[in-house]
T-cell receptor, first 117, second 111 residues
Framework: DVKVTQSSRYLVKRTGEKVFLECVQD?????MFWYRQDPGLGLRLIYFSYDVKMKEKGDIPEGYSVSREKKERFSLILESASTNQTSMYLC????????????????FGPGTRLTVL | DAKTTQPPSMDCAEGRAANLPCNHSTISGNEYVYWYRQIHSQGPQYIIHGLKNNETNEMASLIITEDRKSSTLILPHATLRDTAVYYC????????????FGTGTKLQVIP
């Protein structure tokens, strides 16, 4: 089974701190994604990566950056955390398969609930 | 990318069929419809996908209208464990998999 792990389930940080959220997948997937989930707003894509060192902005990239130095690891970075970044953060991965096949399925991690005080 | 519209919430009696609608009126010919669900405190999980034809697997059935502007996910015999948020998304067949999940439908299965 595909496994996507995230470094922490719960994290509490202070305003202005630099925050790293780590995501690791063990199935050699090309694509990796970072989402945030807020009540009433659903899942929103922050960034995604389709290859090592490659990244694309999602719908809400402001205030975030990402790093993908190895295929299995995708990091989300909050350069200077703010209270409006308090949220649930979800990482996902998928194969770069042909859309319309099951190979495009995104596998999600358990999430990190980040609180910025 | 095409956007989808789903009702925010629905109830279904346990043992009955749950029919979850989704509108994707601006879908293009090379976009697929995917359904995921998210059980409380977990990440979303794939259910089913389709292009034009109706699809069925061990979890659900997907009915896509002939004009492809809407679809319905059917859980034939809903159980309490099916209580979750259900997301309908469209995925472009070319390029990379940037998708928008939206807010989904909160399905409450009632005993």
């Amino acid at each position: 089974d595909v496994k996507v792990t995230q470094s922490s389930r719960y994290l509490v940080k202070r305003t202005g701190e630099k925050v790293f959220l780590e995501c690791v997948q063990d199935m050699d997937h090309e694509n990796m994604f970072w989402y945030r989930q807020d009540p009433g707003l659903g899942l929103r894509l922050i960034y995604f990566s389709y290859d090592v060192k490659m990244k694309e902005k999602g719908d809400i990239p402001e205030g975030y950056s990402v790093s993908r130095e190895k295929k299995e690891r995708f990091s989300l970075i909050l350069e200077s955390a703010s209270t409006n970044q308090t949220s649930m953060y979800l990482c996902a991965s998928s194969l770069q398969g042909r859309v319309g096949t099951r190979t495009n399925e995104q596998f999600f991690g358990p999430g990190t609930r980040l609180t910025v005080l | 990318d095409a956007k989808t519209t789903q009702p925010p919430s629905m109830d279904c009696a346990e043992g009955r069929a749950a029919n979850l609608p989704c509108n994707h009126s601006t879908i293009s010919g090379n976009e697929y419809v995917y359904w995921y669900r998210q059980i409380h405190s977990q990440g979303p999980q794939y259910i089913i996908h389709g292009l034009k034809n109706n699809e069925t697997n061990e979890m659900a059935s997907l009915i896509i209208t002939e004009d492809r502007k809407s679809s319905t996910l059917i859980l034939p015999h809903a159980t309490l464990r099916d209580t979750a948020v259900y997301y309908c998304i469209v995925v472009y067949s070319g390029g990379y998999q940037k998708v928008t999940f939206g807010t989904g439908t909160k399905l409450q299965v009632i005993p």
